[in-house]
């Protein structure tokens, strides 16, 4: 991060902790435990013992157990892989499968492969703060529903679902619970000893670890069982072939080991720079706060103001780092799906700006994003046709 910056797109991605990096770094090079963690030898079991610490590091995080966790290159892989490889595990039970019109793309555009594939895909519309209401859920269950997906924090509004509701009901109903906490591990408590979901898709650099690793957690209820969509080894109880990248493991362990410590000082740090910030910008007129404001994971807020365009306000807050949305849409130029769902117009959905927040950010850089975001909507404004 330049010194000149102000980062605020931690729902983007994070910086990795100086003791993740430290971590990775014993693993990288002779004299580290850099080898392949399939070899037999005394390098290659050095390797295995780092791996199979790290999977006890997140197990504890998520209080669960570690053989339950299958190593992937990140969410959207492991989204991809609980699934697709449910959805067709599962075929013979029925091919009705349910999500939101909120989720990720990782998610969505996984539903739509499947509809070609010949599956029947339910799509819920929130309310309009962004909340699932159970009852909707409820009502779209059929005998023939073998899947739901819902994710658990949004990466453009920060609303939190109550997936302990949807895995109650689904688990009544004998339907598979598959839920995206990408935007939730290590920064909300997540105990699966209490949830009762099937199968969690994570990713460390959501949380202060290193991009191009994460996991799949898988229950150990008989009636989970998902089909491999990739080949070429036993790795991963075959479910996820290829040599494993230790270095990125360690880093993961390492970070999910951080946040089982600081976790709880992490959520009260994060609350008082959002809400320090909305305190800053809350009389801007026609200023709209999106999603749900009481509940959200306090992490990311997300608003909108008339007669202001997002991708402009983004290029005149420099230096300050902040979205438009998802970091996966932004190069798209359409408006934002998730804000499109909560049944924003499309003017309003454009003018959208995500802050989010995390670790290292300071009461002064909320004070000079404030100032920098207020200038720059007046300043907007001010040129607009429409003022």
């Known amino acids: 991060m330049s010194a000149s910056s102000i980062y605020m797109d931690y729902a983007a991605t994070t910086p990795a902790d100086p003791r993740v990096i430290e971590a990775m770094n014993k693993c990288c090079g002779i004299g580290g435990a850099f080898a392949n963690s399939a070899s037999m030898h005394k390098l290659g079991r050095q390797a295995a013992d780092v791996v199979n610490h790290a999977r006890g590091q997140l197990g504890y995080l998520l209080n669960t157990s570690s053989d339950r966790l299958i190593w992937t290159s990140g969410a959207t892989e492991s989204n991809n892989l609980a699934i697709r490889g449910a959805a067709h595990a599962r075929a013979h039970r029925g091919k009705h499968l349910i999500t939101m019109l909120t989720e990720h793309k990782a998610v969505i555009d996984t539903f739509k492969a499947l509809e070609k594939d010949g599956f029947d895909i339910t799509w819920l519309a929130p309310r309009k703060d962004g909340i699932l209401v159970i009852d909707d859920l409820a009502e779209v269950l059929r005998a023939d529903t073998q899947l739901v997906s819902i994710m658990h924090v949004n990466n453009e509004t920060g609303v939190v679902q109550d997936i302990c509701a949807i895995g109650e009901l689904c688990r009544e109903n004998d339907v598979l619970f598959h839920c995206d906490a990408a935007q939730s591990v290590g920064k909300l408590e997540i105990d699966l000893q209490e949830i009762q979901v099937d199968l969690l898709s994570l990713t460390a650099h959501k949380f202060y670890g290193p991009q191009g690793i994460g996991a799949l957690y898988i229950s150990d209820q008989p009636r989970v069982g998902i089909f491999p969509i990739t080949y070429g080894g036993g790795q991963e109880k075959s479910l996820r072939p290829g040599t494993l990248p230790v270095h990125q493991i360690a880093g993961l362990g390492s970070a999910a080991e951080i946040a089982s410590a600081e976790l ?42 008339s007669d202001v365009e997002g991708e402009s306000l983004i290029l005149g807050m420099d230096p300050v780092c902040v979205a438009s949305g998802s970091a996966c849409n932004s190069k798209d130029n359409d408006p934002s799906h998730v804000l499109r769902a909560l049944g924003c117009s499309s003017i309003e959905a454009q003018a959208a700006i995500r802050f989010s927040f995390g670790r290292l950010t300071t009461p002064a850089d909320i004070d000079f994003a404030i100032k920098q975001y207020r200038k720059t909507v007046e300043h907007l404004r001010s040129i607009s046709p429409a003022s």
């Open 264 to 305: 709880r000082d992490n959520m009260q740090h994060v609350q008082s720079m959002r809400d320090r910030l909305w305190t800053g910008i809350s009389d801007i007129p026609e200023i709209l706060r999106n999603g749900d404001s009481e509940s959200g994971y306090a992490g990311i807020l997300n608003v909108s103001v």
